[in-house]
């Protein structure tokens, strides 16, 4: 979709383009648009007020407005959670990572717009990615109860470390869409059903069985 984008939030922000000449419908989903965030501005370009104004007009369109955050705890980043009522918390088994969603949820926590203006908190729910249950089995990567534990929130979904993330990225197709063979789409699709309200036992959480020969060569 990146060579598909001539306009993107900052040109709407500032008045240069409407936000339907900057939204792009993905070809796969129909229901499903992106709007890019600049490539060639800083993100200092944004300011709440315009980020509140393109969220606001978006509302009248579409159910569900994912924000997507930049890594890293800026200003991007910053802009991206201040309006919002739910918030995923995306971390790696590692305790770097951790540490900085745990900032986050303080951001989220004080300095929201909901905590500015002493609403209802948002909701906070996590998730883990590049999980590998055969570290966690050795004691070489925090578990998933450990994070739950620095962290306290409900924890949404796991998903296992995969060659098919990297392989997805480099054709430009979401890992959701590498095939029920893949272990990453299956927890991913997992995921999305229990964001959406659904009863869905956790998977890959523990090592796969070796096989006899792995056994017997000590693999």
Same mark, same amino acid.
């Given at each position: 979709?990146?060579?598909?984008?001539?306009y993107d939030f900052?040109?709407?922000?500032?008045?240069?383009a409407?936000?339907? #000449?900057?939204?792009?419908?993905d070809?796969?989903?129909?229901d499903?648009?992106?709007l890019?965030?600049?490539?060639?501005?800083?993100?200092?370009?944004?300011?709440?007020?315009?980020?509140?104004?393109?969220?606001?007009?978006?509302?009248?369109s579409?159910?569900?407005?994912?924000?997507?955050?930049?890594?890293?705890? +800026? *200003?991007?980043? @910053?802009?991206?959670?201040?309006?919002?009522?739910?918030?995923?918390?995306?971390?790696?088994?590692?305790?770097?990572?951790v540490?900085?969603?745990?900032?986050?949820?303080?951001?989220l926590?004080?300095?929201?717009?909901?905590?500015?203006?002493?609403?209802?908190?948002?909701?906070?729910?996590?998730?883990?990615?590049?999980y #590998?249950? +055969?570290?966690?089995?050795?004691?070489?990567m925090?578990?998933?109860?450990?994070?739950?534990?620095?962290l306290?929130?409900?924890c949404?979904?796991?998903i296992?470390?995969?060659?098919?993330?990297i392989?997805?990225?480099?054709?430009? #197709?979401? &890992?959701?869409?590498?095939?029920?063979d893949?272990?990453?789409?299956?927890?991913y699709?997992?995921? &999305?059903?229990? @964001?959406l309200?659904?009863?869905v036992?956790?998977? @890959?959480?523990?090592?796969?069985?070796? *096989?006899?020969? *792995?056994r017997?060569?000590?693999?």
């Open positions: 979709m990146e060579r598909r984008v001539i900052v040109h709407v922000i500032r008045g240069d409407t936000l339907q #000449q900057s939204l792009i419908r070809r796969r989903c129909g499903l648009y992106v890019a965030a600049s490539q060639t501005r800083d993100k200092t370009a944004l300011t709440e007020d315009g980020v509140s104004r393109v969220l606001n007009e978006l509302r009248q579409f159910d569900y407005i994912v924000c997507d955050s930049p890594a890293g705890i +800026e *200003s991007g980043a @910053f802009h991206a959670m201040y309006y919002a009522d739910r918030a995923i918390v995306c971390t790696n088994p590692e305790v770097s990572s540490r900085d969603s745990d900032k986050m949820l303080g951001i926590n004080s300095k929201s717009h909901r905590a500015v203006n002493g609403l209802e908190p948002i909701e906070a729910l996590l998730l883990i990615t590049r #590998q249950p +055969e570290l966690v089995s050795k004691d070489a925090l578990s998933v109860d450990d994070i739950n534990e620095m306290g929130i409900p949404i979904g796991v296992p470390e995969s060659k098919d993330v392989a997805s990225a480099n054709v430009g #197709q979401p &890992v959701i869409l590498a095939g029920d893949s272990a990453a789409a299956q927890a699709k997992d995921f &999305v059903r229990r @964001f309200g659904e009863e036992p956790f998977k @890959f959480l523990t090592p796969e069985p070796k *096989s006899l020969l *792995s017997i060569f000590g693999r």
